[in-house]
């Protein structure tokens, strides 16, 4: 048994928001009903908390995870929770996604002044939004909008919005839903007209290599909370980043999908300007509905959009490099 099923109390990493702390909350009490051994959360200050540079500036949504995973491998804690759409796609080692817990509400939400949809805004309305993939998706729809990068909480955000500052922003619906704020939405974007960043609405609880594995309390636990369907899907999602070679901040949506015996997956490139894209969608029929088939459906399906997106000249379409 490891160090970590033999303690009495798992400490689980988080970052300090309080959306990281809520979707942290929500896995540290199901490993506890799990394990039936006490829970505590250890904060973890990261780089994307502390600058106010844009995410693209710093390397993409993968500084959320560096610290995280420096105190996984000091054994400051034994495990830690991301978001999996801030997670890079290479491989970290020493690490492994000991679990993905099922997906929340995988769309993106405007959340707009006096309650006005994104036809309703008015000409050259102020839109906020820190996402290069978000940017193309509006001004594919709206050219003439102003866009504004945007960091901050999420109540930092919607307050913009409030005080005036902006018209709107778009945001995860899963995050505003964790913490309660889902009243802000004036409009949920579909993910056949808008796919979102790869992994969204899921999280992903990483371990110290070798601690998923066994007979082990924190084994059982991350065993009973992986939801397979999901885990399928977020993977060949970030397959899909991985085969283009592309960083998380990248100007890419993708939506996998288990329905009716078939894996579904569609990926979108956009130029970052929103005047141009390129869409690929492709299927497969898993064997079975186990993990292993479902991981075999879901990288083919990958490698097929992959290889239609690049013979299309998505490279040339969009800056793909970064953070992985």
């Known amino acids: 048994m490891s160090a970590a099923s033999a303690a009495r109390t798992l400490r689980v990493g988080t970052r300090g928001s309080a959306l990281a702390v809520a979707q942290t909350t929500v896995v540290a009490n199901a490993i506890a009903r799990a394990t039936g051994q006490d829970v505590e959360l250890v904060t973890v200050t990261t780089q994307g908390d502390t600058s106010r540079e844009s995410l693209a500036s710093l390397g993409g ?37 000991g679990a993905v817990p099922r997906r929340a509400d995988a769309r993106d939400a405007l959340c707009a002044d006096d309650g006005m949809t994104l036809d309703l805004l008015p000409e050259g309305a102020r839109v906020g939004t820190g996402s290069p993939r978000r940017v193309a998706q ?33 945001l995860a619906a899963a995050g505003l839903e964790r913490l309660a704020r889902d009243d802000a939405i004036t409009e949920y974007f579909t993910l056949s007209d808008v796919p979102t960043a790869p992994g969204q609405g899921a999280l992903a609880i990483e371990v110290r290599a070798g601690d998923e594995r066994g007979s082990g309390a924190l084994a059982k636990a991350l065993a009973t909370i992986n939801h397979v369907t999901t885990h399928a899907a977020v993977l060949a999602e970030r397959e899909v980043l991985a085969g283009l070679e592309a960083g998380c901040a990248a100007p890419i949506g993708a939506h996998a999908q288990i329905d009716d015996g078939l894996f579904f997956l569609t990926a979108t490139v956009y130029r970052p300007d929103g005047t141009e894209q390129l869409t690929s969608s ?43």
Request: glycine share 10%; aromatic share 0%.
């Open 61 to 97: 949504t993968g500084v959320f995870a560096s610290a995280l995973r420096d105190s996984l491998l000091a054994s400051e804690c034994d495990l830690i929770v991301h978001s999996l759409k801030d997670l890079p796609t290479g491989a970290h080692p020493g690490l492994v996604i």
């Open 138 to 170: 509006l001004l594919a729809r709206r050219p003439d909008l102003e866009i504004t990068d945007l960091r901050g909480n999420v109540d930092t955000r919607l307050g913009r919005v409030a005080d005036g500052d902006l018209d709107a922003v778009v």
């Open 282 to 324: 492709h299927a497969a029929t898993p064997d079975g509905m186990n993990a292993r088939d479902l991981e075999v459906a879901g990288r083919d399906v990958a490698q097929r959009v992959v290889a239609e997106l690049l013979a299309a000249g998505a490279a040339d379409l969009a800056p793909l490099g970064g953070a992985r």
